[in-house]
């Protein structure tokens, strides 16, 4: 009797949940293998992001973004002129929508793509000095007035979106090389252009001031006319009348035009060397 009974009990016999196929726990290696998918992921993303990184997806990606900023100037002029009454504005208005979304989108998954760079590695300050840095700026703001600030006024943000460009194209990347390398240079000739036009405007004030009263009024009316003069622009809203005050004036313009020509010169010379870096290397300028 109990012979007969084994196979029935056998086959009446309950299987363990941990070999039913349906009550199958993940082991701890399956979430390795989910946490590795989302490090390939952010990699993929981070590079995809990359102006520079040479691939279909990203050369798509970075040709459609570009597109969109592109396509949102004439978007502004045609809003400000008010053609096509309440149906085509009602149409900008969403056109606008979606492109905010795509720029957020962006910007979002710069954000969190970031800590594949070693300088941003940590989580939170990584994201947080990668959100302060110039670009991720203008992104911002760029995106901000649709979502935080309204319309109105404050919409006038949005031009910062032409300012995006820079992200694509090596010509701002060149120049900040230049800048860097040429910082010591630069700063003594800010520094002979910011002489020369405060020197200028105190003496044009205190020669000019008594016989043109209602002209040169305070310094502010001098250090206005300093700018246009030892720039060159010569508005002639504002100008002297004094002998002195002439003699003033032809030296600022002369001096202007050296300072500014020394300037040229050092980014000049920035330029090439970059280039002949370029050249030598072959690779792209990078910051």
């Known amino acids: ?13 309950t299987k363990h949940p941990k070999n039913n ?43 459609f973004i570009i597109l969109l900023i592109l396509l949102s100037v004439p978007m502004d002029v045609l809003e ?30 710069r954000l969190w793509s970031c800590t594949e760079d070693p300088a941003y590695a940590h989580p ?19 995106i901000s007035p649709f ?38 240079e630069l ?5 002979f252009i910011l002489m020369l036009w405060v020197w200028s405007s ?7 001031h008594a016989a043109q009263p209602l002209v040169f009024k305070n310094i502010t009316d001098a250090l206005w006319w300093s700018v246009v003069t030892f720039t060159t622009i010569g508005y002639g809203n504002i100008y002297p009348v004094t002998y002195i005050g002439k003699g003033i004036a032809a030296v600022t313009i002369a001096l202007g035009l050296v300072l500014f020509a020394i300037t040229t010169a050092v980014l000049t010379a920035g330029i090439i060397q970059e280039m002949k870096k370029f050249e030598e290397t072959g690779q792209d300028p990078k910051i």
């Open 187 to 191: 700063m003594i000739c800010g520094a």
């Open 147 to 184: 979502f935080i600030l309204g319309a109105g006024f404050l919409r006038m943000l949005r031009v910062f979106r032409i300012l995006m460009l820079m992200r694509y194209t090596n010509a701002i990347q060149l120049m900040n090389n230049v800048i860097t390398e040429k910082k010591a």
């Open 21 to 63: 196929p349906f009550f199958t726990l993940p082991s701890p290696h399956s979430f390795d293998v989910v946490k590795e998918g989302g490090i390939m992921l952010k990699q993929y993303v981070y590079h995809t992001l990359q102006f520079n990184h040479r691939s279909k997806v990203a050369y798509t990606l970075n040709g």
């Open 80 to 109: 400000s002129l008010r053609v096509g009454g309440l149906k085509w504005q009602k149409i900008l208005l969403n056109l606008d929508l979606a492109m905010s979304f795509v720029f957020a989108l962006e910007y979002l998954l």
């Open 124 to 142: 939170v300050k990584g994201r947080l000095r990668y959100m302060l840095t110039p670009l991720m700026i203008i992104d911002f703001l760029a």
């Open 1 to 13: 009797m109990n012979s007969s009974c084994a196979p029935k009990c056998t086959s009446q016999k």
């Open 202 to 208: 105190f003496m044009i004030f205190r020669v000019e």
